[in-house]
């Protein structure tokens, strides 16, 4: 079987990649698409991929402007040739799924999310505070297209795998298409318990809009509780600024470091609404609860104590975090105040549980069972005409 493996960029480690590296050890021979790489940003079993990228790669200047250059993604994707591949496995959340391949080649789009940035998002990353009036005015410009391009491209994928109920729901808003479940994996084997619990708080993210860390910093600021931040990005400056004595934010950590805060901190906060969320699960796998915004992936992740607020799975008992109902300060500082009351409730070993079954073998043999079963239908399909 020729397998093509796309995914959107290869620019660093991090969920979306951690899945990939997945798909790369099911296909060691595959030929894994991108629109650009960044050699050596990635793991040895990505990094030892035949890796073809687009020519957005030649482009000068572009390693850390890429984003910028969203119109012309379509363009680039397209023009892969990937006709003769009898699976394209593509691991999306921009736009890796609107590769074209053959009639006879089976495409599955693992997708992490429609596109956030022409969709739900837009307002956020582009709003008056954070872009220019020339920016907003071409963005403006080009967002039909954008829109109507990704829609229109969502057709050419055979069979969707979302990463949660959550993007299940946009699939169905966005595309009208039918999507199956496999959730993304924790590595269990290397985010484990320790003896540790000092008196922090953690937070681990990139600084972007999306991700809320404002609200963090703000909360923190109220009830002069210890927070500390891992995570670089756009609102670094601003976000320092606002931080009071005591918010620590550390910028970029390595993975032991991130794993060695997991392991020492009293809480994990997680004040954005996500998609899915691998960071609650490394934290939980680490035996640590989670105070989260109750909405989104987190809902599907994070067993709660409130009685007030239901999971996915319509579960209280046994509880891995909580929830707090508003995306504002004043609801996460009360949260972590009843925290501080509550804490006694939460059993490491409850936690680490709830994270196993989301754990990195579980999820290589679901997916790979999965692609078995479409592919051979897919096949008999085709033999039937």
């Not at 850390?64 to 691991?91: C, M, N, Q, W």
């Not at 297209?145 to 969707?160: E, H, I, M, P, Q």
């Not at 009830?223 to 918010?247: F, T």
Request: charged share 25%.
């Amino acid at each position: 079987m020729k397998v093509a493996l796309v995914h959107d960029w290869l620019t660093g480690m991090r969920g979306g990649e951690k899945v990939l590296e997945v798909f790369c050890e099911l296909f060691p021979d595959a030929h894994l698409y991108t629109l650009l790489h960044n050699k050596g940003s990635l793991s040895d079993t990505i990094e030892g991929m035949d890796i073809r990228t687009s020519f957005i790669q030649k482009l000068p200047l572009i390693r850390k402007k890429y984003r910028h250059l969203l119109p012309i993604f379509p363009t680039a994707i397209e023009r892969f040739d990937l006709r003769g591949y009898d699976l394209v496995l593509s691991s999306s959340h921009c736009v890796a799924k609107g590769v074209i391949t053959g009639a006879d080649t089976l495409h599955i789009c693992y997708c992490f999310t429609p596109m956030r940035y022409i969709w739900d998002l837009y307002n956020l990353y582009f709003s008056k505070e954070r872009s220019g009036i020339i920016t907003r005015f071409a963005t403006s410009l080009v967002l039909n297209y954008l829109r109507k391009w990704d829609v229109a491209s969502s057709k050419r994928v055979n069979k969707y795998v979302a990463i949660s109920r959550y993007i299940a729901e946009r699939i169905k808003k966005n595309y009208g298409r039918d999507s199956d479940l496999i959730y993304p994996p924790v590595d269990c084997s290397y985010f484990k318990p320790g003896s540790a619990n000092e008196n922090f708080y953690l937070m681990v993210s990139p600084l972007a809009p999306n991700k809320r860390v404002d609200i963090a910093v703000e909360a923190f600021n109220a009830i002069a509780l210890p927070l500390i931040v891992i995570g670089s990005g756009q609102e670094e400056k601003k976000l320092k600024k606002m931080a009071g004595k005591n918010i620590k934010l550390m910028g970029w950590q390595s993975d032991e470091t991130v794993r060695e805060h997991y392991v020492n901190c009293k809480a994990l906060i997680f004040p954005g609404v996500e998609d899915f969320g691998i960071v609650p699960l490394e934290a939980q796998a680490c035996g640590k609860p989670v105070i989260a915004y109750g909405k989104g992936g987190a809902l599907e992740t994070i067993v709660p104590l409130d009685e007030n607020i239901k999971n996915e799975k319509g579960q209280s008992g046994n509880a891995t975090g909580m929830f707090f109902c508003e995306q504002a300060p004043e609801s996460l500082a009360q949260a972590v105040v009843r925290f501080e009351e509550t804490q006694g409730l939460f059993n490491w070993q409850v936690i680490r549980k709830n994270a196993e079954s989301f754990d990195r073998t579980i999820f290589k043999d679901r997916i790979n069972k999965y692609i078995e079963k479409e592919y051979k239908e897919f096949r008999q399909g085709l033999q039937d005409r």
